[in-house]
Each structure stands twice: as C-alpha cells, then as structure tokens.
C-alpha cells in the first residue's frame, strides 16, 4: 500500500519541479523584445506542425507567448495588434495568408478550380 504513495508523491513532485520550470522561463520570457518572442512563437509553431502531422498530442501555445501581437507597421504608422497570428508570426492581414498562385502552372489550376467550382453551384 505505501509504495502506490511513493508513487503519487513522485509525481506530483515531478509536475511541481516542471510547473517552476515553465514559470522561471515565462519570466525570462517576458523581458524578451517582441522579435525574439515571434522567433519563439514560429519555433513553438514549427514544432506543433510535425507533432500534429506525427498524429502525436500537440501542446497548446505557451503562455509567455498568449497576446503577442503581428507588431507590422501600418500604413498609418501605427503597429498592428492583431494576435491571431500564423505560421511565420503574423497576421493574415501583413504575411500570413497566401498571396495565390505565382506559376503559369498554378495559376491554370486556381481557374480550373474556380470554374469546378462555378459548375458545382450552378452559376456559369
């Protein structure tokens, strides 16, 4: 009976030892500039993408990272704050959507596709 105990404080002393570990580097990380955030951010992204693509349990974003914003400059001047950021750390709006197809080739599938898709729905 008193070895399933152990076993219990072993873990919990496990998660506690992780749980400071992680607070120590969130507050490493918040002293960090915007730039070297976003660095960690596509880091933190690339390595969700081959878990994700692996099948394996994908960790949410860290916290330290929660909130950052795209920070591109607007035409305006200011920086944008969107923090729904993509794979390369910003934006859908400055980098982070597709800008289409660039190839003749590509460009032949995108009005193939379009057509398809035009058929499909009955508008010609």
């Excluded at 920070?71 to 305006?76: I, Q, S």
Aim: overall charge positive; aromatic content about 6%.
């Amino acid at each position: 009976m008193g070895r399933h105990y152990k076993g219990v404080a072993d873990a919990l002393a496990l998660l506690h030892r992780a749980a400071e570990a992680e607070r120590q580097w969130a507050v490493c990380a918040a002293t960090l500039p915007d730039e070297s955030k976003r660095q960690l951010f596509r880091q933190w992204w690339a390595e969700a993408s081959v878990a994700q693509a692996a099948g394996r349990y994908v960790r949410s974003c860290p916290r330290y990272l929660r909130g950052l914003t795209c920070g591109a400059k607007k035409k305006d001047g200011t920086h944008c704050r969107s923090t729904t950021l993509c794979a390369n750390g910003r934006c859908k709006f400055h980098g982070g959507a597709s800008t289409g197809p660039r190839t003749p080739e590509g460009r032949a599938r995108a009005i193939e596709n379009l057509k398809l898709d035009r058929l499909k729905r009955g508008n010609s």
